[in-house]
């Protein structure tokens, strides 16, 4: 799909990699939707990119179709939905406090699991209608995963467990949704240079980026948003999750 003049929503676009979607697809000619809890970032970020934000609790039902309605009103239902709303979380199962907090589990996997398909059903009810275009493609939908759904660290459970939960839609939901010519895909970045790392030392940053085979350093955000980009436009990229990682595979610890 050419994305020039084309409707995209960002979820969890006001900073990190969906911040980098927005900015890569903008230079594309796509008309831009952030989707933010963080209205202030996702306003300020619009603004610099000619899009629009909407303040959105990808969990809520309620939240997302009033986004979604102010979206659609000013651009019409989107073609392309990239889902970079999540959130990270460490913590053993068990520590020396304790069991995990059962709520802190169903948190992370309502956040990242729930969120992200409440986006993708209602996205999804929209691009059916659509009139497809010329080649019979409706829309394609995109969902952040990453490599710990694969090779989950000590520490990383729940953040794991839902991580592999979105791997484990993307063929499914490429399956129900074939006969509407809508994709869905899914990417799985490794060691990204996003603000979480921003805190770490110079010493720690060397250490994540030489356990890294090649290149021997993080992946910047705007590639993993050039890997969206090639995959909304070959037709071809369909209910699969792609590896961005630079043939790294994570460790116990």
């Given at each position: ?11 969890g ?48 039902e ?11 009103q000013?651009?019409g ?15 053993r ?7 995990m907090p ?152």
């Amino acid at each position: 799909m050419d994305v020039q003049g084309q409707h995209v929503i960002i979820t969890g676009g006001a900073s990190g990699m969906g911040a980098a979607m927005a900015k890569h697809f903008a230079k594309l000619g796509a008309n831009i939707t952030l989707l933010d809890l963080n209205l202030d970032a996702a306003t300020k970020l619009a603004a610099d990119i000619h899009g629009q934000a909407y303040a959105c609790d990808v969990t809520q039902e309620d939240s997302v179709l009033k986004a979604l309605a102010a979206a659609n009103q000013a651009h019409g239902p989107a073609r392309v939905l990239i889902n970079c709303a999540g959130i990270l979380h460490t913590r053993r199962m068990v520590n020396q406090q304790g069991p995990m907090p059962l709520d802190e589990f169903q948190r992370v996997l309502t956040i990242n699991v729930v969120g992200t398909f409440n986006t993708m059903r209602l996205v999804a009810a929209n691009m059916m209608p659509l009139t497809p275009l010329a080649d019979g493609e409706r829309g394609v939908i995109i969902n952040l995963a990453s490599i710990a759904a694969y090779e989950g660290q000590i520490g990383q459970m729940a953040y794991s467990a839902s991580k592999g939960a979105i791997v484990s839609m993307v063929l499914p939901a490429a399956r129900e949704l074939a006969s509407f010519g809508i994709r869905v895909l899914g990417i799985a970045p490794g060691l990204v240079d996003t603000p979480m790392f921003a805190s770490l030392s110079t010493q720690a940053r060397e250490a994540l980026a030489s356990a890294v085979p090649f290149p021997k350093r993080l992946a910047s955000p705007q590639e993993i948003a050039k890997l969206a980009a090639h995959l909304v436009d070959n037709m071809m990229m369909n209910g699969e999750v792609v590896r961005i990682d630079g043939a790294i595979r994570l460790q116990a610890k």
